[in-house]
């Protein structure tokens, strides 16, 4: 049997011309192009369990969280991230606004949380850490949002902007420069210096201008901590 095609829709005319596109297109080739990654970061999925992704941590440090798919974003991205609401063993620490992290990032920060801050805040402030205020986990950008700096780890899930912390007692305490002797300096002071080991990367008030109010934490891979 030969089948035969009607001639009328084997060409159809062709779309109409729209004005809109062009000034669409002008658009869309005019947006900033994504942050560089620097060479050899590797963002696929590793071969994890499908209940933990951290290999068991997530039951040993009381950590709520939930597995994200991996991010792809440009050159910004993680295989294996968490959403992360709370830790601690003994006692939750919550996150105000969920913290995005790798494996690596969620593990440092609950280990920091639990063996050094909390006891920290007891032994200066006299009260135990309720919650973490909102700070910034993962976001595709560069270093201190430097047009023409290298890829931060905030890119890879990898780091976390921390301004302060609210207290068991309701008092709240900012990351930024005290009096010294005053309890709020010992205690920032002795957590800062617990962090350079869990994390890689430790900048804070003093470092430089842009680190003025926040501590900036991240499991970068070094072969020596930076902490300034």
Avoid at 19 to 32: H, M
Avoid at 72 to 101: H, W
Avoid at 154 to 175: C, M, P, Q, R, W
Wanted: one cysteine or more; aromatic letters at 6%; charged letters at 20%.
């Amino acid at each position: 049997m030969i089948l035969l095609v009607n001639a009328t829709h084997a060409n159809p005319p062709l779309p109409k011309h729209n004005p809109n596109r062009q000034d669409s297109v002008q658009k869309a080739e005019s947006l900033p192009p994504l942050p560089r990654r620097k060479p050899g970061r590797q963002t696929a999925p590793p071969n994890v369990p499908a209940g933990d992704p951290c290999g068991g941590a997530l039951k040993d440090f009381a950590i709520n969280a939930d597995r994200l798919p991996p991010i792809t974003e440009g050159e910004c991205g993680r295989g294996e991230v968490l959403v992360v609401t709370a830790v601690g063993t003994d006692t939750a620490v919550s996150f105000a606004a969920p913290a995005t992290f790798s494996c690596n990032m969620t593990i440092a920060m609950a280990k920091w949380i639990g063996e050094a801050v909390i006891p920290a805040a007891r032994k200066h402030l006299g009260a135990g850490i309720a919650a973490i205020p909102a700070g910034t986990s993962y976001a595709c950008r560069n270093r201190n949002n430097q047009a023409d700096a290298k890829l931060s780890e905030h890119a890879f899930a990898n780091a976390y902007d921390l301004s302060g912390f609210k207290l068991t007692n309701g008092e709240h305490i900012a990351v930024k420069a005290y009096d010294d002797g005053t309890p709020q300096a010992e205690f920032l002071a002795e957590i800062r210096a617990a962090a350079c080991g869990p994390f890689t990367t430790v900048l804070g008030p003093g470092t430089n201008e842009y680190h003025s109010d926040h501590f900036h934490l991240d499991t970068a891979e070094r072969r020596n901590p930076y902490c300034q």
